[in-house]
């Protein structure tokens, strides 16, 4: 089974600086890992999707992540962080083929002024 | 404007109650989805659909049930609630193909006293 975690269920950080949201995967297959983002009462949109190819992936908004496959990770980064950033974000993975994502816990962001 | 139509938007409902959650899409996907958001633990899948007349149980598919007529309706229905099923449901569709992006409604808050 594919699995994620997510440390950390709030993460604060100030206005300028870097945005770093950790995420390590578990999965037995070559996963398809991605970063959705939820703003308050809202649904979740994608920010960005790592499935083939290059392993550093750019998303919406100035957010990238880098799937490391040695180190079972794909962090989200930003290089600075903007108050609209703020919303919780999930990490999600499935293997491929298989669109039945499974979810972290997220992480919930508040940007500090 | 295209997309997922989620109904109640929340709802308050004693226990023991018969309730259905109705998802409706209009962007002619095959695979829908309904997820649960708890506080702390992310979004768990409760059932899916990968095409009309198909479906199948998920992480947490106890006391719900689902069905697939067509391909824009996909119906959550909690025969007797129970005050554990208090959450936020969502309901998310893709396109089939090997992607793996959903696109999600924007919820439907579930109260059962």
């Known amino acids: 089974a594919q699995s994620v975690t997510q440390l950390g269920s709030h993460v604060s950080v100030s206005e300028g600086a870097l945005v770093l949201l950790r995420c390590n995967y578990s999965?037995?297959?070559?996963?398809?890992l991605f970063w959705y983002v939820q703003y308050p009462n809202q649904g979740l949109q994608l920010l960005l999707k790592?499935?083939?190819?290059?392993?550093l992936v750019k998303g919406i908004n100035g957010f990238e992540a880098e799937f490391k496959k040695s180190e079972t990770s794909f962090h989200l980064t930003k290089p600075s962080a903007h108050m609209s950033d703020a919303a919780e974000y999930f990490c999600?993975?499935?293997?491929?083929?298989?669109?039945?994502?499974?979810f972290g816990k997220g992480n919930q962001v508040v940007v500090i002024p | 404007i295209a997309g997922i139509t989620q109904a109640p938007t929340s709802q308050i409902l004693a226990a023991g109650r018969r309730m259905t959650l109705r998802c409706t899409q209009d962007m002619r996907h095959n695979a829908m989805y309904w997820y649960r958001q708890d506080l702390g633990l992310g979004l768990r899948l409760i059932h899916y659909?990968?095409?009309?007349?198909?479906?199948g149980k998920g992480e947490v598919p106890d006391g719900y049930s689902v069905s697939r007529a067509n391909t824009d309706d996909f119906p959550l229905t909690l025969a007797s609630a129970v005050p554990s099923q208090t959450s936020v449901y969502f309901c998310?569709?893709?396109?089939?193909?090997?992607?793996?992006?959903?696109?999600f409604g924007e919820g439907s808050r579930l109260t059962v006293l």
């Open positions: 998310a569709s893709s396109s089939g193909a090997d992607t793996g992006e959903l696109f």
């Open positions: 999600a993975v499935t293997p491929y083929g298989n669109n039945r994502l499974a």
């Open positions: 790592y499935t083939t190819g290059a392993t």
């Open positions: 659909s990968n095409t009309a007349g198909t479906t």
């Open positions: 999965s037995s297959v070559p996963p398809y």
